[in-house]
């Protein structure tokens, strides 16, 4: 069973799991963080800027969930970039140890088993960041992903690519393809943060801490994890 924390709002959301990142920080400097993207994670983020001073972050490595495929990795919504934007540059971070999974043609095809290989090589992830889509998906893992999946190439959903049409000029530009850490690469990280904002939220979120184990709901697969908690506002917790 997870555990749920509900808080007032993002920014005491942000400053809670940002508290426990500086922590571990600091604690060993060789921390492996697993970074997500979309809007979710931006306030621990930003809350993490502050929290950082004097903490050596030159060794932190850094895994990013998933990345579209075919988008280029310069274009401002590749995760890539954001990654780069939000996490890499302002937290001051060295950029040859924060990976994104390549989702370029060239790199797609073998691609899967050396992101998995790179995260194996690195000791695992100690603490991975979680955002989870309307669908229920955590990465990219779409309804239907198996829970044992690894890194690969997936194809998105309608919903998916409507909700994240907001990032894009047209929905037109959102890619069709997804290359993403599988929900077993997600279940070997040794601490899952879930964070879920609004009432949008509410019925992936219940779903996931308290539906049924199925590969219908993604991330219900968090249940099966010893160390999952799940960082939620009242909005997204109102289903529970
Ligand atoms: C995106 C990402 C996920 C993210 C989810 C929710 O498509 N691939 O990692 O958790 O959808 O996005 P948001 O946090 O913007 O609601």
Redesign the pocket.
Known sequence: MAEIVIVPDKAAAGALVADHIAGLLRANPETVLGL?????PLPVYEALRSRLEGVDVSRVRGFA??EYVGIDPAHPESYRSVITREVVEPLGLDPSRIRTPDGTPAGIEHHGEEYEEAIRAAGGIDLQI????TDG????NEPGSSFASHTRVKTLTEQ?RR??ARFFDRIEDVPMHCITQGLGTILRARHLVLLAFGEGKAAAVAGAVEGPLSASLPGSAIQLHPRATVVVDEAAASQL
Do not use: E, M, R, V
């Open positions: 997500a993207t979309g809007s979710t969930l998933d979680l955002g989870i889509g998906h955590i990465g990219f998916t909700d994240n």
